[in-house]
Nanobody, 122 residues
């Protein structure tokens, strides 16, 4: 199994910044992509940003230019730097990872973290 543990959420005023981290651990052979999703109050879970092992990134239009996703492949860790935060960024942020497990079959895996709350006060 592969576990993801997020950290870095909290309460911040509008216009402020937060940095989220997510570390993957377990029987990992390789991680192809990592990313962040979020689910705001009364809303469906939505994509925030993703990054491949090669560093290719993808962002939701709502966060492009304000958020930056990065990863440390050696540490199996992904980060989300969030600047110029708005009240509409308030949500539970979930980390996700897809890759290959270090088992006999080199099985594919897809894992989610438990989520971290980000609250932006206006």
């Amino acid at each position: 199994q592969v576990q993801l543990v997020e950290s870095g959420g909290g309460l911040v005023q509008a216009g402020g910044s937060l940095r989220l981290s997510c570390a993957a651990s377990g029987s990992i052979f390789s991680i192809n992509s990592m990313g962040w999703y979020r689910q705001g109050p009364g809303k469906q879970r939505e994509l925030v940003a993703t990054i491949t092992s090669g560093g290719r990134t993808n962002y939701a239009d709502s966060v492009r230019g304000r958020f930056t996703i990065s990863r440390d492949n050696a540490k199996n860790t992904v980060y989300l730097q969030m600047n110029s935060l708005k009240s509409e960024d308030t949500a539970v942020y979930y980390c996700t990872a897809k890759g290959v497990m270090n088992d006999y079959n080199l099985s594919d895996f897809g894992s989610w973290g438990q989520g971290t709350q980000v609250t932006v006060s206006s």
